[in-house]
């Protein structure tokens, strides 16, 4: 089961969780380029083994709203938008099974924000880390960019979700989460569970040129990150032209051979076997070597995927219903949880 019901690290979450039929688990993914490995494996293979299990409800909203907390082009999000639909179905998301749909098209995500705006502190939100990060790269910064993590309260609360994959780096937002709706709880009356995080097994992927920052979507060095739609040519130069250290045999050290390290994960995600058995296999050879076996294993994993993807462009039909489908599904939940917000919050009659 994708919740890994035996595993100490989600055992807490899973118990508290034990009691309901359904576990919600709600995930995000910014329309800001093309999906790269870091998402591939830290997020939609760990999204496709919670689809599997009937026990879990997975709602995934591709986070359009977010992606416009810093400088962003019209065109580009329109096509962005699409794109993002396509790899993930691409990838084997399963629109039957999870709720897929577009953040912009719930109205009520932004609508429960400004309720959760008006019940945080502008302390508390200044405190989160990830804003004094992004803020400090920008020209001018948004408020947009500041009251995010608020937004992202929204997003997991409006579906009451139990559970949300996230990373090391969105630990503090997820606190925030936690805490908006204990605000809300006491204040307006008991509507929120208490989101838990759910981990994953996977570190995080880190970038092809500078091993000390993940891979990331929004990098504007392309070389620094493999995307799904890289072709075998890109692919291979890519890997060959990573940057790694003086020594040309192979060992991991993740603190002294960061690069090698990366690498050795991403082929160990890629494989699918232990870092052991990884180690086992690239003991004989050298980095050019490693570089070359990675990159066919990258490209043959691919190769599906690649397929599919271009299956989708010719069937836009398809995708416009899958879209439909996912708003009308999530407008559904959506519009419950804000029915009860507002007349706990006492816009309307109680
Ligand atoms: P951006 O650069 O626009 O912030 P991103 O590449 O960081 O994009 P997100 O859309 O913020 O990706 O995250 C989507 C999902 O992918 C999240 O669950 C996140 O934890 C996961 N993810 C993102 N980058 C990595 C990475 N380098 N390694 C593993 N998982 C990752």
Same mark, same amino acid.
């Given at each position: 089961?994708?919740?890994?019901?035996?595993? =100490?690290?989600?055992?807490? %979450?899973?118990?508290?969780?034990?009691?309901?039929?359904?576990?919600?688990?709600?995930? =995000?993914?910014?329309?800001? =380029?093309?999906?790269?490995?870091?998402?591939? #494996?830290? %997020?939609?293979?760990?999204? $496709?083994?919670?689809?599997?299990?009937?026990?879990?409800?997975?709602?995934?909203?591709?986070?359009?709203?977010?992606?416009?907390?810093?400088?962003? $082009?019209?065109?580009?999000?329109?096509?962005?938008?699409?794109?993002?639909?396509?790899?993930?179905?691409? &990838?084997?998301?399963?629109?039957?099974?999870?709720?897929?749909?577009?953040?912009?098209?719930?109205?009520?995500?932004?609508?429960?924000?400004?309720?959760?705006?008006?019940?945080?502190?502008?302390?508390?939100?200044?405190?989160?880390?990830?804003?004094?990060?992004?803020?400090?790269?920008?020209?001018?910064?948004?408020?947009?960019? #500041?009251?995010?993590?608020?937004?992202?309260?929204?997003?997991?609360?409006?579906?009451?979700?139990?559970?949300?994959?996230?990373?090391?780096?969105?630990?503090?937002?997820?606190?925030?989460?936690?805490?908006?709706?204990?605000?809300?709880?006491?204040? &307006?009356?008991?509507? +929120?569970?208490?989101?838990?995080?759910?981990?994953?097994?996977?570190?995080?992927?880190?970038?092809?040129?500078?091993?000390?920052?993940?891979?990331?979507?929004?990098?504007?060095?392309?070389?620094?990150?493999?995307?799904?739609?890289?072709?075998?040519?890109?692919?291979?130069? $890519?890997?060959?032209?990573?940057?790694?250290? +003086?020594?040309?045999?192979?060992?991991?050290?993740?603190?002294?051979?960061?690069?090698?390290?990366?690498?050795?994960?991403?082929?160990?995600?890629?494989?699918?076997?232990?870092?052991?058995?990884?180690?086992?296999?690239?003991?004989?050879?050298?980095?050019?070597?490693? $570089?070359?076996?990675?990159?066919?294993?990258?490209?043959?994993?691919?190769?599906?995927?690649?397929?599919?993807?271009?299956?989708?462009?010719?069937?836009?039909?398809?995708?416009?219903?899958?879209?439909?489908?996912?708003?009308?599904?999530?407008?559904?939940?959506?519009?419950?949880?804000?029915?009860?917000?507002?007349?706990? %919050?006492?816009?309307?009659? %109680?």
């Amino acid at each position: 089961s994708g919740l890994c019901k035996g595993c =100490g690290r989600h055992r807490e %979450a899973y118990n508290r969780t034990q009691s309901r039929t359904l576990t919600t688990v709600f995930s =995000g993914i910014q329309p800001t =380029g093309s999906l790269h490995l870091g998402n591939y #494996f830290g %997020a939609v293979n760990l999204w $496709k083994s919670l689809q599997n299990d009937p026990a879990n409800h997975l709602i995934i909203s591709v986070v359009d709203m977010h992606a416009i907390t810093v400088p962003w $082009k019209p065109e580009q999000l329109r096509q962005n938008i699409v794109q993002s639909f396509i790899e993930l179905l691409a &990838c084997g998301i399963d629109p039957a099974k999870v709720v897929l749909f577009q953040q912009s098209s719930v109205p009520e995500h932004g609508k429960l924000q400004w309720i959760f705006s008006c019940l945080s502190s502008m302390a508390r939100v200044d405190n989160l880390p990830q804003f004094k990060e992004k803020s400090a790269v920008q020209k001018e910064v948004s408020c947009g960019l #500041f009251t995010y993590p608020v937004l992202q309260a929204a997003d997991i609360l409006l579906y009451k979700a139990h559970l949300v994959p996230v990373g090391e780096d969105q630990v503090q937002h997820l606190q925030l989460a936690q805490d908006i709706a204990r605000i809300f709880n006491s204040k &307006c009356g008991k509507l +929120f569970p208490t989101p838990h995080r759910l981990h994953s097994d996977l570190p995080r992927l880190k970038s092809l040129r500078d091993p000390t920052k993940k891979m990331s979507k929004s990098d504007t060095d392309s070389r620094s990150l493999i995307q799904l739609t890289d072709s075998p040519g890109q692919i291979r130069e $890519k890997l060959k032209k990573s940057v790694t250290d +003086f020594k040309s045999e192979i060992t991991y050290d993740l603190a002294e051979r960061p690069a090698i390290a990366n690498l050795l994960m991403l082929y160990r995600a890629v494989l699918d076997v232990s870092l052991e058995k990884v180690l086992e296999e690239t003991s004989k050879i050298n980095k050019v070597e490693l $570089k070359a076996r990675l990159a066919e294993a990258v490209i043959e994993l691919l190769r599906p995927v690649h397929g599919k993807m271009k299956e989708l462009r010719n069937d836009m039909g398809y995708l416009e219903q899958v879209m439909a489908q996912g708003t009308d599904r999530a407008r559904t939940l959506a519009s419950q949880t804000m029915d009860e917000v507002e007349s706990l %919050a006492g816009f309307r009659p %109680a």
